[in-house]
């Protein structure tokens, strides 16, 4: 869907950031979120990942229901900490999903 820079401590992007990097990656898709919820932070780890839980307005255009987002880092260059936002779809599995877990 997306990939989007933070710069973060180099331990680990706050729950927050994560938050709001979701809410400004979907506005930009013209999908508007009712909420968003990381329960954690982001470890700043290659191939690390969290699953956030959203809740979409209205139709939304990503052809299925989604009810949460898996943000997994995809790249650390210094301070900045790249990560990709993947939509789930409700009901869909989340493997691989976790801190320090792989994409496969």
């Known amino acids: 869907m997306a990939s989007v820079a933070l710069v973060g401590c180099a331990q680990e992007v706050a729950g927050d950031e994560v938050e709001q990097s979701i ?12 909420s968003v919820d990381c ?5 700043a780890e290659l191939d690390a990942a969290i699953v956030c839980e959203v809740s979409v307005i209205g139709v939304n255009d990503l052809g299925a229901p989604v009810d949460r987002i898996r943000v997994g880092v995809t790249a650390i260059e210094g301070e900045e900490v790249r990560y990709r936002l993947e939509p789930l779809a409700e009901g869909a599995s989340h493997e691989g999903a976790g801190a320090g877990d792989g994409d496969g």
């Open 39 to 43: 329960p954690e932070a982001l470890p």
């Open 23 to 34: 809410v400004d990656a979907m506005t930009e898709q013209q999908v508007t979120l009712e």
